[in-house]
């Protein structure tokens, strides 16, 4: 079953993020083999961390759960809210898969926060942009939440207009880059 969660970042927390850096690694290296794409997300700045972006594959809702809140920043309060979903890999690669590689172009994490019938599901035109693609599912599966994309865009317009504009409640557009321990 496939998971995406994103956990936030409380104001002010920045200097106990990089405190914690190496634990927040540690604890992700358990989880390399599951792991469809990961990253942090920034403010608009480009430097100031505002979310960790985790999509993986694991056995059940439960095993997501602990990931998500047994991960060592949201232990210590580096983070404000979690949003966790089951998630479809409609792409069926991982990150390390995509063609364009970890560092050329602007990655932007696109949220739609869905309401009513189910849209973008399958995958859009401009396919080789998309570093992952899926809908955010309910935890059984059946029900229709919002999508999440990873995308490389020339800019935040271009990256929202990957989602389908007016079946949202709200899309949020986040700057992303690819993460992990630094090579």
């Known amino acids: 079953m496939e998971f995406f969660c994103y956990h936030r970042d409380r104001a002010g927390s920045v200097a106990l993020r990089d405190e914690l850096l190496e634990e927040h690694w540690s604890y992700m290296d358990q989880y390399a083999t599951e792991m469809i794409a990961r990253g942090p997300t920034f403010a608009d700045d480009g430097d ?14 439960a095993d997501a759960r602990a990931f998500a809140f047994d991960e060592p920043n949201y232990q210590a309060g580096v983070y404000r809210d979690v949003l966790l979903r089951r998630w479809r890999n409609v792409l069926g690669r991982t990150m ?77 557009v986040h700057d992303w880059q ?5 090579s």
């Open 48 to 61: 100031t961390p505002t979310g960790s972006v985790h999509i993986l594959d694991l056995p059940d809702p």
């Open 96 to 172: 390390w898969d995509f063609p364009g590689g970890r560092t050329d172009g602007n990655r932007y994490l696109v949220l739609g926060l869905g309401t009513g019938q189910a849209v973008d599901l399958v995958v859009p035109p401009n396919r080789d942009e998309l570093i992952a693609f899926g809908p955010l599912l309910s935890d059984d599966a059946t029900t229709w939440l919002g999508t999440a994309v990873l995308v490389r865009a020339p800019d935040p317009d271009k990256a929202r207009a990957v989602l389908t504009p007016d079946r949202y409640a709200e899309i949020e």
């Open 178 to 182: 690819f993460g992990g321990r630094p």
